[in-house]
T-cell receptor, first 116, second 114 residues
Framework: GAVVSQHPSRVICKSGTSVKIECRSL??????MFWYRQFPKQSLMLMAT?????????EQGVEKDKFLINHASLTLSTLTVTSAHPEDSSFYIC????????????FGPGTRLTVL | SQQGEEDPQALSIQEGENATMNCSYK?????LQWYRQNSGRGLVHLIL?????REKHSGRLRVTLDTSKKSSSLLITASRAADTASYFC??????????????FGKGTLLTVNP
């Protein structure tokens, strides 16, 4: 199946710093990428949807100025958590979808963010 | 509001037994998918069932879909300790457009005891 990678897998940062997470589709072109956040023992909550070359669409309650998403190419999307605070500590998961007839989403392995 | 709701929230069984998890949803769907997530890991896609399908099999997995009741079930037969994980259902809307979003349920934590 299609492979989606995320980097880094884990990151620890100090409060107030910014953290960038990369999501890459390795063997297909991802016309759409999704970013999810998952708190411990909770479900995945969609944060935003990004289409290559256009602005991301954020879900209600997600601050677009805090969670910057860039989908500059068909294989790469980045999520930057700006001025991170301890409450931003979470598991961030991306998924990617190609434009093919099956329209499946393929998930990355996730990034564990810990803000001290 | 949460589209998918799984029950039970937690299920503990012995190896070899069958495990059944249920998922209910509220709005019309294009398809429903089941995923597995091991602790601290990403999601593994298990099976997809389309809105015009009623049952689907994949190895030891059996999924049913009842659109009239807006519910689905995932059956894992002859469970193994390695099946221990959280299981999520996710629905994709059927309202048209090419940018369907997946909406996840809260998940069922399955523990298979050796």
């Amino acid at each position: 199946g299609a492979v989606v990678s995320q980097h880094p897998s884990r990151v620890i940062c100090k409060s107030g710093t910014s953290v960038k997470i990369e999501c890459r589709s390795l063997d297909f072109q991802a016309t759409t990428m999704f970013w999810y956040r998952q708190f411990p023992k909770q479900s995945l909550m969609l944060m935003a949807t990004s289409n290559e070359g256009s602005k991301a669409t954020y879900e209600q309650g997600v601050e677009k100025d805090k969670f910057l998403i860039n989908h500059a190419s068909l294989t790469l999307s980045t999520l930057t958590v700006t001025s991170a605070h301890p409450e931003d500590s979470s598991f961030y998961i991306c998924s990617a979808r190609d434009g093919g007839p099956y329209n499946e989403q393929f998930f990355g392995p996730g990034t564990r963010l810990t803000v001290l | 509001s949460q589209q998918g709701e799984e029950d039970p929230q937690a299920l503990s069984i012995q190896e070899g037994e069958n495990a059944t998890m249920n998922c209910s949803y509220k709005t019309s769907i294009n398809n429903l998918q089941w995923y597995r997530q091991n602790s601290g890991r990403g999601l593994v896609h298990l099976i997809l069932i389309r809105s015009n399908e009623r049952e689907k099999h994949s190895g030891r997995l059996r999924v049913t879909l009842d659109t009239s009741k807006k519910s689905s079930s995932l059956l894992i037969t002859a469970s193994r300790a390695a099946d221990t994980a959280s299981y999520f259902c996710a629905t994709r809307g059927g309202s048209g457009g090419s940018n369907y979003k997946l909406t996840f349920g809260k998940g069922t934590l399955l523990t298979v005891n050796p």
